[in-house]
């Protein structure tokens, strides 16, 4: 099926700093969805985009689904240190949820 | 809710033991699946169900069996454990099969084959 890739794979901030992660596909997307695990955790459900150009934000969270609706990002303003975890961005391709191969962040105080 | 459940929570198992992982979800969703993680990677899809009696292969099927006899709980069945098997392995659920349902995952079994 059609794959998503992540970039980066790993990502070092200062506490404060921004930190953005970036999901892109070769095919266009019906949707995307992008989860946070923390480390030893599940992953859980952030939040998902359907329309072409959509933007939602959550708190110091930007997420945006490219015009195309071939990739998307997720940009987090002044990170903390509870920011820490890997975010993962989604496909669906029929029946199937494939995941992309996630971005870590990790965040010194 | 308990929401979704896993057990065991760890297991260790020699090279051609067999075992079933548990999955159960009190929400009635009828979409269920199971995932496997690798260290440092992303989840890679193992089999799915739409609903009671109806099972899918995922991305990485070999060596795997499930069945969906009830709306509750998917089990998956390692046949002849092996050492690639190790990995966590996590159980999600969501309303329907559609692709616009957010997942539920368990906490995950964290397995290892010696």
Known sequence: GQQVMQI?????????????????????????????????????????????GEVKKQKRLTFQFGEAKKNSSLHITATQ??????????????????????TRLMVKP | NAGVTQTPKFQVLKTGQSMTLQC?????????????????????LIHYSVGAGITDQGEVPNGYNVSRSTTEDFPL??????????????????????PYNEQFFGPGTRLTVL
């Open chain 1, 8 to 52: 980066p794979q790993y990502q070092h901030v200062q506490e404060g700093e921004d930190f953005t992660t970036y999901c892109n596909s070769s095919t266009t997307l019906s949707n995307i969805q992008w989860y946070k695990q923390r480390p030893g955790g599940h992953p859980v459900f952030l939040i998902q985009l359907v329309k072409s």
């Open chain 1, 81 to 102: 240190t509870t920011d820490v975890g890997t975010y993962f961005c989604t496909n669906n391709a029929g029946n199937m949820l494939t995941f992309g191969g996630g």
């Open chain 2, 24 to 44: 159960a979800q009190d929400m009635n969703h009828e979409y269920m699946s199971w995932y496997r993680q690798d260290p440092g990677m992303g989840l890679r």
């Open chain 2, 77 to 98: 069945r390692l046949l002849s454990a092996a050492p690639s098997q190790t990995s966590v392995y996590f159980c999600a659920s969501s309303t329907d099969w559609g």
